[in-house]
C-alpha cells in the first residue's frame, strides 16, 4: 500500500520562506515522478512542479511559470524524500499544497497521479 505524506506547510510573511517535503512509501520501484500540487479555495488544483528521476538520478524538472526562479524542486536520495524550496513567497501562493506520485512521468494533470497525500496549508501574508 502506498502512503504519501507531506510536511512543512506554515504562516509566512511574503518575501519569505518555506520548505515543503514529501515521502512516499511503498512503492515497488524507485523509478517514479512526484507532483506539488496545490488548490485555494474555489480553484481547480494546479500543478506547482514536478520531478522524476532514473536509478537515483534527477532527470527531469517542471515548475509553473508562476513559481518558476522562486521554486526549487529537489530529492534526497538518502532520506528517499522529495523537498519544494520555496523562496519569495507572495500572498497568492496561499493555498493548500498536495503531494502526488505515480509511476510515469512529469505531468500537469492531476489524473495522472495515483496516489495523493493528504496536504499541507501554506499560508502567506502580506
Known amino acids: 500500500q502506498v502512503q504519501v505524506v507531506e510536511s512543512g506547510g506554515g504562516l509566512v510573511q511574503a518575501g519569505g520562506s518555506l520548505r515543503l517535503s514529501c515521502t512516499a512509501s511503498g512503492m515497488t520501484s524507485d523509478n517514479y515522478v512526484m507532483g506539488w500540487f496545490r488548490q485555494a479555495p474555489g480553484t481547480e488544483r494546479e500543478m506547482v512542479s514536478c520531478?522524476?528521476?532514473?536509478?537515483?538520478?534527477?532527470?527531469?524538472?517542471d515548475y509553473a511559470d508562476s513559481v518558476k526562479g522562486r521554486f526549487t524542486v529537489s530529492r534526497d536520495n538518502a532520506k528517499r524524500m522529495v523537498e519544494l524550496q520555496m523562496n519569495s513567497l507572495k500572498p497568492e501562493d496561499t493555498a493548500k499544497y498536495y503531494c502526488?506520485?505515480?509511476?510515469?512521468?512529469?505531468?500537469?494533470?492531476?489524473?495522472?497521479?495515483?496516489?495523493w497525500g493528504q496536504g499541507t496549508q501554506v499560508t502567506v501574508s502580506s
Open positions: 520531478i522524476t528521476w532514473t536509478d537515483g538520478r534527477t532527470v527531469y524538472t
Open positions: 502526488a506520485t505515480s509511476y510515469g512521468v512529469c505531468s500537469a494533470s492531476p489524473r495522472n497521479y495515483r496516489y
